[in-house]
């Protein structure tokens, strides 16, 4: 929390936290918020673990009527893309049949093979 949350919204008092400010830090977070002297962006999926920390220690203070409302459950973290940033490459049986598979043990098994019988990717 010392490194991302307090030296952007730690001015701000509880009670006028707004949902606003929030997604404003979380804009902040993916544009700046590195903090390792390299600059940058941090991962959506990093901002989303701030926001779920935010949301915790917003959910208890509501709990414990420090605040009225849990304005971390009214902001809009970023999405995190299904299956990370990675694009699949999908070949077709005729780009698969000259590539031969290494597989059990070293050994070349044919690319022409049943698909079955192949567990991994040709390299």
Not at 13 to 21: A, G, S
Request: one cysteine or more.
């Amino acid at each position: 929390m010392a490194i991302h949350i307090n030296p952007r919204i730690v001015h701000i008092p509880l009670q006028k936290l707004q949902p606003e400010e929030l997604d404003t830090f979380y804009a902040q977070l993916l544009v700046d918020g590195r903090r390792n002297g390299a600059g940058g962006g941090l991962a959506p999926k990093t901002v989303r673990i701030i926001h779920g920390i935010l949301r915790k220690a917003l959910a208890d203070a509501h709990r414990k009527e420090t605040v009225n409302r849990n304005v971390a459950d009214l902001a809009d973290p970023p999405k995190v893309r299904v299956g990370g940033s990675r694009q699949m490459t999908v070949w077709s049986a005729e780009e698969l049949r000259p590539v031969p598979f290494r597989h059990r043990g070293q050994r070349v098994v044919r690319a022409d093979l049943p698909c079955c019988e192949h567990r991994h990717a040709p390299r």
